[in-house]
């Protein structure tokens, strides 16, 4: 499965955007999805997954502000941010779980103070 991720830009502190990935092939049956990102000089980190069942979950830094979602019919993984910090800013790179392992080729998000 490929993975295209948009959605990325320049957003406000407290300001919001929505990112988006859209897969190559049917999304249905692909366990987990996800969300990470890597902010400069920092290593990678998980922002947030979801199963294909709906459940969900995320790094304590964006509970209440991200939300991830997935629309089978449109194949293709969303991420809801709201009150958008500095310290969010990075690049995102949306994921397939297991057994496909692919990654997207990542939106930079980038919020001004």
């Known amino acids: 499965v490929q993975l295209q991720a948009s959605g990325g830009g320049l957003a406000q502190t407290g300001g919001s955007l929505r990112l988006s990935c859209v897969a190559s092939?049917?999304?249905?049956?692909?366990?987990?999805m996800g969300w990470y990102r890597q902010a400069a000089g920092r290593q990678r980190e998980l922002v947030a997954i979801?199963?294909?069942?709906?459940?969900?979950e995320y790094v304590d830094s964006v509970k209440g502000r991200f939300f991830i979602s997935r629309d089978s019919a449109k194949n293709t993984l969303y991420l809801q941010m709201n009150s958008l910090k500095p310290e969010d800013t990075a690049v995102y790179y949306c994921?397939?779980?297991?057994?496909?392992?692919?990654w997207g080729q990542g939106t930079l998000v980038t919020v001004s103070s």
């Open positions: 994921n397939a779980g297991p057994p496909y392992n692919q």
């Open positions: 092939r049917s999304i249905f049956s692909i366990p987990i």
């Open positions: 979801i199963s294909n069942m709906g459940s969900t």
